[in-house]
C-alpha cells in the first residue's frame, strides 16, 4: 500500500516545530542491528518522517504530526508539490529497510540539519527522484559524517529527475553511498553541493562512492560545480571513489552522457598509492 501527500500547489508547505512535532521514535537500525553494532539510537536524532521502520512489527510510515494525527501508513510515500522544511531542527526524514520514498515535481525537502547520517534522508531502503529538490541540508559532526542531502547505508536511490543542491557537510556535500549502497542516475543535477571542513584526509562536494558501493551514470545525468575542502589532502569536488577495504567501490558510466557539464572523477587509493583525477 502507499500514500501520496500533494500540495495543492508548489507552495504548499509543512514546517517542523510548527506544523510537526519533534519526533522520539528511534530512526536508525533495526534491533538486532543495534545490539551488534552497540551504537545509541539516539545518537542519532529524530526526523519529520520515517519510511518503513523496523521497530518490531511496525514496517509502516509514520509521520508524527498533530496535522496526521500520528496515523500509520503502510510501505510507500510520494511527495509532489509539498514543501518539507525541517527548519534547522532536525533531519528531514529516514527511509528503513522496507520503506520507500518517491518526489515527484513540485516536492522539496529542505532545511535539514542534524550532527550525523546526513541532514536530509539517511536511506537504508529505496528512493526515488522523479522530480523535486533536496536543498539547504546539512551533518555538522566532524570526520565521516555522510553526505549533507542524502546518506544511502546499503539501500537503493535512483535519480531520473530533480535537483540536489546547496547541501553540506564535513566530509561529503550531497551524497554518501556505502555497504554495498546503490546509486542508478539517468537524469536531475547534483550540483552546488559542498563538503565544508573535513577532519579526515579526503573530501568530497558532490558523491562519494565507498567500498563496495555502485554508482551507475547514464543519459542525462549531471553532477558538476560541487566543491570539495580545498585543505583536504585528497578529494574530488563531484564523484569520488573510495577504497579503504578489500572491495572495491564501482562506476558504471552507461554510454555517452548527454550533459555538456565537466564532471570531476577521482579515486582514492590507487595501487601506486599515488593519487589520480579524470575531468
Known amino acids: 500500500k502507499s500514500i501520496t501527500i500533494q500540495g495543492k500547489d508548489s507552495g504548499s508547505k509543512i514546517i517542523f516545530g510548527t506544523d510537526v512535532e519533534p519526533s522520539v521514535a528511534r530512526n536508525y537500525w533495526s534491533e538486532s542491528d543495534y545490539n551488534s553494532r552497540n551504537e545509541s539510537y539516539d545518537s542519532y536524532g529524530g526526523s519529520m518522517f520515517y519510511v518503513g521502520t523496523e521497530d518490531g512489527d511496525n514496517t509502516t510510515i509514520q509521520i508524527d504530526s498533530s496535522a496526521f494525527s500520528n496515523e500509520l501508513f503502510t510501505t510507500t510515500l510520494t511527495l ?75 539501500g537503493v536511490l535512483t535519480m531520473s529527475g530533480g535537483l540536489i543542491s546547496n547541501n553540506k557537510s564535513p566530509y561529503v556535500g550531497a551524497i554518501m553511498i556505502d555497504d554495498n549502497g546503490e546509486m542508478t542516475m539517468t537524469g536531475g543535477s547534483i550540483t552546488e553541493n559542498e563538503a565544508t571542513k573535513c577532519t579526515s584526509t579526503i573530501s568530497c562536494g558532490g558523491v562519494l562512492v565507498r567500498e563496495g558501493a555502485t554508482l551507475t551514470l547514464s543519459d542525462d545525468a549531471q553532477i558538476y560545480n560541487n566543491k570539495k575542502d580545498v585543505e583536504a589532502a585528497y578529494g574530488s569536488n563531484d564523484i569520488l571513489l573510495e577504497r579503504l577495504k578489500s572491495e572495491a567501490p564501482i562506476l558504471n558510466i552507461a554510454g555517452k552522457l548527454k550533459t555538456e557539464q565537466t564532471m570531476n572523477i577521482c579515486w582514492y587509493p590507487v595501487v601506486t598509492d599515488s593519487w589520480k583525477q579524470i575531468t
Open 80 to 154: 509532489k508539490n509539498i514543501i518539507l522544511d525541517a527548519n534547522a531542527k532536525s533531519r528531514v526524514g529516514y527511509v528503513g529497510k522496507r520503506g520507500k520514498l518517491v518526489l515527484e515535481d513540485g516536492a522539496c525537502l529542505q532545511n535539514g540539519r542534524i550532527e550525523n547520517h546526513s541532514g536530509g534522508i539517511l536511506n537504508v531502503g529505496y528512493m526515488e527522484l522523479n522530480g523535486g529538490t533536496v536543498k539547504n541540508c546539512e551533518a555538522t559532526g566532524t570526520g565521516y559524517w555522510r553526505g549533507g542531502a542524502i546518506y544511502c547505508h546499503s
